[in-house]
């Protein structure tokens, strides 16, 4: 009689479905995912099973699990070879498991064999507010995309300025593909790699409201920065940037998603929204902004917004943001490359208006959003952090309340 074979539950991340917006790997407690410049993998030898990457991930495509014998576990090399997932093996002694061990599948292996605690490694909210609606998410996917017709691109940055940002917008026409705003679409850049495969879909921002750019069309909008170098600094030409940004009218842009179900708009009037961004992270920023414009009245709840970018020329939608009347929104603009000045960050300015900043915080009426580069999270968790602690607010008892009531979000990449 032959032994029972030690399985294992191994955790797969769906190449078809992903959308490399690296949320997963940043979120990863263990740093059990990885990634090249065609997969995101998770390295059998590491994880845990926590959980902790499944809630943050907008597509489901991190939620995949398969029964394999231990010492056949898929390798990190196979991975990240792989088009799609490979069909569930049968195996004796198992049960087919296609979705996570906590997650509520139908499958999965014996409980003695898997039962790791889930795990909250985010530090911003992976649940939506409370007043916001219930979103449509992946309407529409790689084999079945949204066809959408460019009606406007509109450079939002100064010319002749090395920061090339566009706001470009697209029309679904009698297709529906309902929005809300702090939701993401993909677009498919047309073509190949090198390798010869499709290129994949690339994550932007919706920076409408859900009625539209145009009110009462089936449109949306997006803020795009074309790609010109790495992060190194190297000369690159970011294939789907670039394809939007020289997207003229009339063209057909396929499109997948929407995404995202927790970085959503409160949808409550009194709501007070504190917005934090920097570059094309203002798009969700906007999208919020424009919803509440549209539907103002005496009483609503306060609108402070802190964006930040290396000048103001670079700071797409300036125009258009010193228009904005100033009893409706409070705005603080922080340059980091402003000639004969010291850099600035939005996070200073957070701590020079600590006062306002703190006021919000004690309110339970506020809701935190923060978009941008990876790299401002640290400098805005350490603004809120101190401005709490120099009033008399603990942070430490705030902060995974407003996580948990979906007042807290971040989305940096």
């Known amino acids: ?98 979705t996570s061990p906590t997650g509520g599948g139908s499958g999965g292996a014996d409980e003695t064999t898997f039962t790791p605690p889930p795990v909250d490694a985010a530090r911003g909210s992976t649940v939506p507010p409370k007043s916001a609606p219930r979103p449509v998410v992946n309407s529409h996917t790689l084999k079945q995309p949204a066809v959408a017709t460019v009606t406007g691109n509109f450079r939002v940055t100064e010319l002749g300025r090395d920061y090339d940002t566009h706001h470009i917008v697209l029309d679904f026409g009698s297709s529906p593909f309902p929005v809300l705003e702090g939701q993401s679409i993909g677009i498919i850049p047309p073509g190949t790699d090198a390798h010869g495969r499709p290129h994949h879909a690339r994550q932007y921002s919706i920076a409408s409201p859900r009625d539209g750019e145009r009110p009462k069309y089936n449109n949306l909008s997006l803020t795009v920065k074309r790609v010109t170098s790495d992060h190194a600094g190297n000369p690159v030409r970011g294939v789907a940037s670039n394809y939007v940004c020289d997207l003229q009218k009339g063209d057909q842009v396929k499109v997948i998603g929407p995404f995202g179900s927790s970085f959503l708009m409160a949808d409550d009037p009194k709501a007070n929204l504190l917005m934090i961004c920097t570059g094309t992270g203002s798009a969700p920023m906007r999208a919020m902004t424009e919803r509440r414009r549209r539907l103002r009245k005496d009483g609503d709840g306060k609108l402070m917004l802190f964006f930040g970018a290396r000048t103001k020329e670079d700071l797409p939608y300036f125009g258009p943001l010193m228009n904005l009347p100033k009893d409706f929104i409070d705005i603080h603009l922080a340059f980091s490359r402003k000639e004969g000045q010291a850099k600035t960050y939005v996070q200073d300015l957070m701590r020079e208006r600590a006062s306002d900043v703190a006021a919000l915080l004690t309110n339970d009426a506020t809701h935190i959003y923060v978009c941008g580069l990876k790299g401002m999270e640290d400098g805005v968790m350490d603004a809120l952090r101190f401005i709490a602690d120099q009033h008399g607010i603990a942070w430490k008892e705030l902060h995974p309340r407003m996580k948990a009531e979906g007042r807290l979000h971040l989305e940096t990449y």
């Not at 490399?20 to 940043?26: D, S, V």
């Not at 049968?90 to 049960?95: F, H, S, T």
């Open 1 to 98: 009689m032959s032994a029972t074979p030690d399985i294992l539950k191994q955790h797969l991340i769906d190449p078809v479905i992903c959308i490399r917006c690296n949320t997963c790997e940043e979120t990863c407690p263990v740093d059990a995912i990885t990634h090249d410049s065609r997969n995101y993998v998770v390295d059998p030898d590491i994880c845990n099973g926590c959980n902790a990457c499944i809630s943050p991930c907008p597509t489901g495509s991190i939620d995949n699990w398969r029964n394999v014998v231990r010492v056949k576990a898929y390798s990190l090399d196979e991975q990240l070879g792989w088009d799609e997932l490979p069909q569930e093996q049968e195996i004796e002694g198992a049960e087919t498991a296609t």
